[in-house]
């Protein structure tokens, strides 16, 4: 089957609580559970002070460019783009590193998972880390403004 680019990927966000993506980019993919902070009534605090409230959490499957799948807990909530918390990654056993090349200027970022030792290459676009996530098209004839054209 056809696999599909989440058009923006998803940002390394190192001031990111948590792991968080709007429920629009699950298209029905999984299933959103209540999480604690969600029956309490939690907001998220953006940016602008306003409040975001959390949804629910889901276990996002997606894979890496090179076809490796991974799962990822992520937090429900109207946010613009699928953010990836540096907090929520180190606490998961990873670890990440922001780094270049000082002689060539080539970004070189990357994040390991340490028991398994896989790695995952960050790119730097427009001054924020991003790694690109990819998902199996479901064929259920929705449009697909928030991915990218099949891979």
């Not at 429920?23 to 029956?39: D, N, V, Y």
């Not at 975001?52 to 909530?77: M, N």
């Not at 670890?95 to 990357?110: A, L, M």
Request: hydrophobic share 35%; glycine share 8%.
């Amino acid at each position: 089957g056809r696999r599909l680019r989440l058009a923006r990927g998803i940002t390394i966000d190192s001031g990111a609580a948590d792991n968080v993506m709007p429920r629009r980019f699950l298209r029905g993919r999984c299933e959103i559970r209540p999480a604690p902070a969600s029956k309490a009534g939690v907001h998220y605090v953006v940016a602008n002070d306003g409040r975001i409230p959390h949804e629910g959490a889901v276990d996002f499957e997606f894979q890496t460019r090179d076809c490796r799948p991974l799962s990822w807990l992520f937090q429900i909530a109207e946010v613009n783009k699928t953010l990836a918390a540096v907090s929520s990654l180190v606490d998961s056993g990873h670890k990440v590193t922001f780094d270049k090349d000082e002689r060539t200027g080539v970004d070189t970022s990357f994040i390991v998972h340490k028991e398994s030792g896989t790695s995952l290459k960050m790119r730097r676009e427009r001054n924020v880390w991003v790694i690109d996530a990819y998902v199996d098209d479901l064929a259920n004839g929705n449009p697909e403004p928030l991915f990218s054209r099949p891979e």
